[in-house]
């Protein structure tokens, strides 16, 4: 696949990411072919539905999870190629926010011992006093209190536990963050907080971010740009005012489409898809979205469309050119 170029030296650049779960004969193809990069500073969202492999291409990245084929390089160097005392070394540059915050803190630990955990592993501090300090103005950094560190997680409502966990992924000083479906199991009453925190946080600290997400107001507000994906590939690449304002590819439009509008008049049309998301274990020959898509023709079941330019920095993966041409003008 065509990775999408950059004009400046990207900090995260994913090329040809591949992530199979399972036998070799019959794989789940949970990441199949992806590429894009993130550039310095850059909030990168990735969309898509539930099934689509966000949250394995997050963990991917991170070398959570250990891939398939391809490569995820970090300012130039291949993180699935390091030993495993230089990748104990670049983990404090590399975090990520949880999707559960309930789950993610150990119940048993308090929040000072959570936060100090992080900075001892890197040896981020020298004696109790630096330890005790650099915990208080993290949990300030969040919008907590220096006293909360005596407390432990079930003390907290879910939005405190997650800028909790935004802490901590801050405690190490990282360049990169992967915010995995950040605010999913939040109350809709305390997601905003959530959110503010984040594009505060970017703006203070000016932080490089993969936000995975299927919410796309919440895409809207916080990313600089977003990978559209389907069934492990990637269907749109774009700016997000470009994604939103000139949706090109179907998939993308049915996403838009179907997104909650707090303005009855904003709301579009909405593009029914046929059936459920295929399984990763036998994905659609060619194109994985035809056996959904509205527009799909017999040649979608022959060719794996490429991820091409369709306008500057507006790439789209489909072979119906007169289809994306009308939807793009």
């Known amino acids: 696949m065509t990775a999408v170029a950059s004009s400046s030296s990207p900090l995260i650049e994913v090329r040809g990411l591949k992530k199979y779960f399972g036998s070799s004969d019959r ?3 949970a990441v199949d072919d992806v590429s894009f990069a993130i550039q310095p500073g850059e909030t990168l969202g990735l969309v898509g539905e539930s099934g689509s492999g966000k949250s394995t291409i997050g963990r991917t990245v991170l070398r959570l999870l250990e891939r398939s084929d391809g490569q995820v390089l970090y300012r130039g160097d291949d993180i699935g190629a390091l030993s495993g005392e230089r990748m104990r070394k ?11 915050p309930y789950a993610s803190l150990n119940p048993k630990m308090r929040i000072s011992a959570i936060l100090g955990e992080a900075l001892s592993t890197h040896g981020l501090h020298k004696g109790a006093a630096a330890r005790d300090k650099r915990i208080a103005e ?6 907590l209190r220096a006293e909360h ?12 536990r997650q800028r909790i966990g935004v802490a901590r992924a801050l405690a ?3 360049e990169f963050i992967v915010a995995d479906e950040p605010l999913s199991a939040l109350d809709v009453s305390i997601q905003s907080q959530v959110i503010n925190l984040l594009a505060d946080l970017r703006e203070r600290l000016g932080l490089t971010m993969l936000f995975i ?4 107001d919440v895409v809207e507000y916080l990313c600089d740009r977003v990978v559209v994906l389907y069934l492990g590939k990637v269907m749109e690449v774009a700016t997000t005012e470009e994604l ?5 590819h179907p998939y993308t439009r049915a996403l838009l489409a179907a997104s909650p509008k707090p303005d009855p008049e904003m709301a579009t ?9 295929p399984s990763p274990i036998s994905p659609p020959s060619g194109c994985v979205f035809r056996t959904r898509c509205p527009h799909a023709i017999e040649a979608c079941a022959q060719t794996v469309p490429p991820l091409e330019e369709i306008s500057a920095g507006h790439y789209s993966a489909c072979i119906r050119k007169e289809l994306i041409s009308n939807i793009a003008a």
């Open 244 to 248: 939103f304002e000139r949706p090109s």
């Open 172 to 174: 190490v000083e990282p």
């Open 149 to 160: 560190a005596n407390r432990f997680p079930h003390e907290f409502s879910g939005g405190q």
């Open 213 to 216: 997400s299927h919410d796309l």
């Open 138 to 143: 993290l949990l300030e950094t969040v919008g």
């Open 27 to 29: 794989p789940v193809r």
């Open 90 to 100: 670049l983990r404090s540059k590399l975090q990520i926010i949880f999707q559960d």
């Open 269 to 277: 049309e909405r593009i029914a898809l046929k059936g459920d998301i």
